[in-house]
């Protein structure tokens, strides 16, 4: 009967709790600890440790009854090169290392020879060797890893070498059907394309007995140092059985008129006649460059072109106006993303019949269009199938814009930053049945501790499902909405409060000593909180906040004391990142900057 009942414990409730759970129920008692070492941590397939950046000895420890894993995630912010080493190995078919501070590209030649047998790979570092060292390793790895299916290399840094990926065409496996690389040289990217396609035409053993080309790519993205016509004309041509294709370019100059993208290249997107999703972005920080040689009639002739995409994102393109965006929504009718960056064109107009078209729609991103304003949203407010609405930096938004959204039931992500909304407006939202998960008012100078309080105090359901919140750069919030957040807030596992100069120690107290919520926070941002004194420090000590992963406390008078701080806390928390470096939650942004000591 125990070992029914033992059984039963195991497959019935612990195989459905995630890690921290599991180790919590494991400290109960010696018959739920052994249930969870003995049934669960061996019986586990996959396991994503993404959401914290344990240190080795963590690691380890949690590991080691893991004997059964195939897929693994790993957060590697505070993780060494011997400590990765000690946890791969060939049983495993997917490795996802993320935020690889402090590896080097001998990681590479690691996986290389310790997981023959990977499928899927991703790896996110910071550029800490020399290209030709690089090359070294990744041709290592890709050596040793011949069944890959998915590939992401992502090398971030300020002056990143674009010719590490110089020698990757020549050793990529041939099981390949998804790639990303970043950064990559533009005229490198036309050589790899050259490659698949002599690959895919070669007449070897294998193409006699199978018809279909060597190279079977389904999935590519690249980050470069710019997109051009030549470029996507290869692209097309070499792999017209692509179904994602997402660009970035960040060209440090203006290109030469002949050498950049124009309406040849995106016609000729209609050779990939199975593509679904697509993403031409042109990021330039503190420069004005874009697509200046694509206008409406460009994207005329993509949206014919390609009228099957159910995915679209672009960014850059200054000179298309409603009518060209307006085409891409009439002709695709499977859209179900749709996302616009920067485009100054951009108007109400342009979703004027969007029901007549693009009612599938379920994720819309419309960010930095200062054009838009409530009537877009009203008109979105007709696709009922919206999950997503992200209109970021949109600055002439206002109040009216909520009474479309209350009305929004499957919308469970919106983005306000930046809005003229008011503390009024909150009072029909906090009412309504929208099960938003994320919120964002960043930068809402007209909200404030009011309007906190008619969003989450009245009888709608957002202050049950909330579970990130974004304040930041708010001068109208102080104490009075944290205690409002903490009340209500039950399910909030992620709130950023950054330069709310307003928020006192008593906000830290109040969030450390917060009751009766169903999740714990994991990630809290108090960056350049000016108001907040060293003596909150003691509210970061056991046993407050014992769910915390990630805590932002940069220009802050913590900072001052970045060492002690660092030393005390860490030491009572492995599983704590302390953040001083100015990072979003969770150092999504700028992790590649940090330094073994800030962590």
């Known amino acids: 009967m125990e070992e029914v009942t033992k059984s039963v414990l195991a497959e019935e409730i612990l195989k459905r709790l995630d890690l921290e759970n599991l180790c919590s129920v494991a400290c109960v008692s010696t018959t739920l600890h052994s249930a969870v070492v003995s049934d669960v941590l061996p019986s586990l397939t996959a396991l994503d440790l993404s959401g914290f950046s344990p240190e080795e000895e963590t690691l380890n420890h949690v590991l080691r009854g893991c004997i059964g894993l195939r897929s693994l995630t790993l957060n590697c912010l505070r993780l060494s090169l011997a400590a990765v080493r000690g946890v791969i190995g060939s049983h495993l078919h997917e490795l996802h290392l993320l935020r690889c501070s402090l590896l080097n590209s001998a990681v590479l030649s690691s996986i290389g020879t310790l997981c023959p047998n990977l499928r899927v790979l991703t790896l996110e570092m910071a550029d800490l060797d020399s290209p030709v060292v690089f090359q070294a390793n ?91 016509d030549r470029l996507i004309i290869a692209i097309t ?51 004005k460059i874009s697509f200046k040689r694509i206008n409406d009639m460009g994207i005329f002739l993509l949206s014919e072109a390609c009228k099957g995409l159910e995915s679209v994102r672009l960014g850059g393109f200054p000179r298309v106006s409603d009518a060209g965006f307006a085409s891409l929504l009439h002709s695709c009718r499977n859209l179900k993303r749709f996302e616009v960056r920067g485009a100054s064109l951009l108007s109400d107009l342009a979703f004027h019949d969007v029901t007549g078209s693009s009612c599938s729609l379920q994720e819309v991103r419309l960010s930095t269009c200062p054009l838009i304003t409530s009537e877009a949203v009203k008109k979105l407010g007709l696709c009922t199938n919206l999950e997503l609405l992200d209109l970021g930096s949109c600055r002439s938004i206002s109040d009216s814009c909520l009474n479309t959204v209350s009305a929004l039931r499957r919308l469970t992500s919106l983005n306000l930053a930046g809005a003229d909304v008011t503390d009024s407006g909150m009072v029909a939202f906090g009412k309504s049945d929208v099960p938003i998960m994320q919120l964002s008012f960043r930068g809402c100078k007209r909200v404030g501790d009011r309007g906190i309080s008619h969003l989450l105090s009245n009888e709608g359901i957002i202050s049950r499902t909330l579970s990130t919140l974004d304040l930041g750069h708010m001068p109208g919030i102080s104490d009075r909405a944290i205690h409002t957040i903490t009340r209500y807030c039950k399910a909030l596992t992620e709130l950023s409060i950054r330069s709310c100069f307003h928020v006192t120690d008593s906000s830290i107290k109040l969030l450390a000593t917060r009751e009766g919520g169903s999740k714990q926070l994991r990630k809290l941002n108090v960056h350049n909180c000016v108001s907040l004194t060293t003596g909150a420090l003691r509210w970061l000590s056991k046993p407050s906040f014992a769910g915390l992963h990630w805590l932002g406390l940069g220009q802050t008078r913590f900072a001052g004391r970045r060492e002690t701080a660092t030393a005390t806390i860490c030491e009572q928390r492995p599983w704590l990142t302390l953040c001083f470096d100015g990072c979003e939650l969770g150092c999504y942004d700028g992790w590649e900057f940090h330094t073994p000591q800030r962590h």
């Open 138 to 228: 990744l041709t290592q790895m890709l050596n040793g890893c011949p069944y890959l299916e998915s590939l992401q290399l992502n090398i971030r840094g300020i002056l990143v070498d674009a010719t590490a990926f110089q020698s990757v065409r020549f050793s990529l496996p041939e099981t390949l059907k998804s790639l990303r690389l970043q950064p990559l040289l533009e005229s490198e990217a036309i050589l790899l394309m050259n490659r698949f396609k002599v690959t895919g035409s070669c007449l070897s053993k294998a193409a006699l007995l199978s018809p279909s080309p060597s190279f079977t790519l389904q999935s590519l993205s690249l980050v470069l140092d710019l997109i051009s």
């Open 237 to 287: 041509g070499s792999l017209p059985q692509l179904v994602k294709l997402d660009l970035e370019d960040r060209p440090e100059k203006e290109p030469f008129p002949d050498n950049d993208l124009t309406y040849t290249g995106l016609q000729s997107l209609g050779y990939c006649q199975q593509l679904t999703s697509l993403s031409l972005v042109r990021t330039c920080y503190n420069r």
